[in-house]
């Protein structure tokens, strides 16, 4: 089955440094990829995805690339503000087999102000 | 529309009880997951559903059941519970694997 690996488990950064978390993926048939963000205590929340089709999404100060032939995704969050702190995972599904999320360990993200 | 609605929140059990999970969306999604989440090691799936009467394993069912016998719900069964299946447990439902998945509010199961 399908294995996602994520990087860093933590990251601490400064308030208004950007932040990069990375993803990679075993299942070649993949073709989904969100990310999710938890705060201490919450459900995951969506926060932005991308399929396989495309190479790079932007959604204000987050983005997300892939790279289908390195089979790795990567999240990118600029101007870091504290409330971006979380537990941020990244996933994997395709529309085959297993069509279920597949998701990695999660990245504990601080923004110190 | 109330999304995805699981009870209890909270439950404490004993070794060797057993106890079922409920989830229900209200979204008509045909897809349905059930998820435990540990400490360091993200959401391990435990069984999906693609339709009413359609389930599968993920990557830990052991110790569980599922059934889907309506679009709506998708109950999780713990058939003898254990310590190890202490955890946090969080349904998920979407209408199309390649979309984003709703998250219940999750059930904090402890087992003593």
């Known amino acids: 089955g399908e294995n996602v690996e994520q990087h860093p488990s933590t990251l601490s950064v400064q308030e208004g440094d950007s932040a990069v978390i990375k993803c990679t993926y075993s299942d070649s048939a993949s073709n989904y990829f969100p990310w999710y963000k938890q705060e201490l205590g919450k459900r995951p929340q969506l926060i932005i995805d991308?399929?396989?089709?495309?190479g790079e999404k932007k959604d204000q100060r987050i983005a997300v690339t892939l790279n289908k032939t390195a089979k790795h995704f990567s999240l990118h969050i600029t101007e870091t503000q504290p409330e971006d702190s979380a537990v941020y995972f990244c996933a994997a599904s395709k529309d085959t087999g297993r069509r279920a999320l597949t998701f990695g360990s999660g990245t504990r993200l601080q923004v110190q102000p | 529309n109330a999304g995805v609605t699981q009870t209890p929140k909270f439950q404490v059990l004993k070794t060797g009880q057993s106890m079922t999970l409920q989830c229900a969306q209200d979204?008509?999604?045909?897809?349905m997951s059930w998820y435990r989440q540990d400490p360091g090691m993200g959401l391990r799936l435990i069984h999906y559903?693609?339709?009413?009467?359609?389930?599968d394993q993920g990557e830990v069912p052991n110790g569980y059941n599922v059934s889907r016998s309506t679009t709506e719900d998708f109950p999780l069964r713990l058939l003898s519970a254990a310590p190890s299946q202490t955890s946090v447990y969080f349904c998920a439902s979407s209408f199309s694997p390649n979309y984003g998945y709703t998250f219940g509010s999750g059930t904090r199961l402890t087992v003593v």
């Open positions: 991308i399929r396989s089709n495309v």
């Open positions: 979204m008509n999604h045909e897809y």
């Open positions: 559903s693609v339709g009413a009467g359609i389930t």
